[in-house]
């Protein structure tokens, strides 16, 4: 059997390789041929090698924020602002976002929800309203999602006061944020109202007074204003 063969780009014998065990070589194969054809091969198998690892991994942080409830059109939100968001996040401050319809407010969110979720921490988006209507059941796996939400490392609530809230439902929420203000858990809010609003949004009640109360201290308020973005582009 012959010892050697060619390179399929240039034509070149190729110099084989060996390893010693004591008196004996055992071939191992052959030293890459250096002609620009081989090279370029050698490129585009690494690239491809990369595409296919950075694909895997693009696949991995899907999951993983489909998993933790990240709606599909907010999958690679980005926006400005979200450093900024994190680092309160990493100095146990929530975020509370406020402002008209359409001016970005579950965009930012998300854009920050996305980065913390990708850093490893154990994180909920949760659009509000309905979260409101499952928990009008009062079914044991209601139950078992407070108390999910009330622990888990990143929680988002999207769009806080949209609904109309059972004043069951007012109490779990309650349930919640106290466990997590008394945990030193922040806790992230978008909506139309401002923290004083929410209140009586939520109830006549003292539970929402109690809960936006909580709010003013667990979170670092972010207006924004402008235009409904989607009527701009409808």
């Known amino acids: 059997m012959s010892n050697t063969t060619r390179c399929e780009y240039c034509g070149r014998e190729l110099e084989p390789r060996y390893v010693v065990v004591g008196e004996k ?3 191992t194969g052959y030293a890459p041929c250096h002609c620009e054809g081989a090279a370029a091969a050698r490129v585009a198998a690494l690239e491809e090698e990369e595409r296919k690892i950075a694909n895997e ?19 690679n939100a980005e926006h400005p602002q979200a450093d900024a968001l994190c680092d309160l996040w990493a100095d146990d401050i929530g975020f509370y ?11 930012l969110a998300s ?23 499952s928990m009008r059941s009062r079914k044991v796996e209601d139950r078992d ?13 999207d769009d ?29 809010i978008t909506s139309n109202f401002t923290r004083g609003e929410i209140a009586q949004k939520l109830t006549e009640g003292d539970i929402g007074r109690s ?24």
């Open 57 to 75: 991994k693009h696949q991995a942080e899907v999951r993983r924020l489909r998993n933790a409830g990240l709606p599909e059109r907010y999958m």
């Open 145 to 157: 999602q407070t108390e999910r939400l009330a622990t888990v490392d990143v929680l988002v609530l």
């Open 25 to 27: 070589r055992y071939p």
């Open 111 to 133: 854009a920050a929800f996305r980065k913390l979720c990708l850093m490893g921490y154990s994180s909920r988006f949760v659009v509000v309203p309905t979260l409101m209507e």
């Open 97 to 107: 976002i406020d402002g008209e319809w359409g001016t970005g407010k579950t965009l």
């Open 160 to 188: 806080l006061g949209k609904e109309t809230p059972t004043p069951y439902a007012c109490e779990r929420l309650f349930d919640i944020v106290n466990t997590r203000y008394n945990a030193n858990l922040p806790i992230g």
């Open 211 to 234: 809960i936006a109360s909580r709010l003013c201290e667990m979170t670092r308020r972010v207006h924004l204003d402008g235009e409904d973005r989607r009527l701009r582009h409808g």
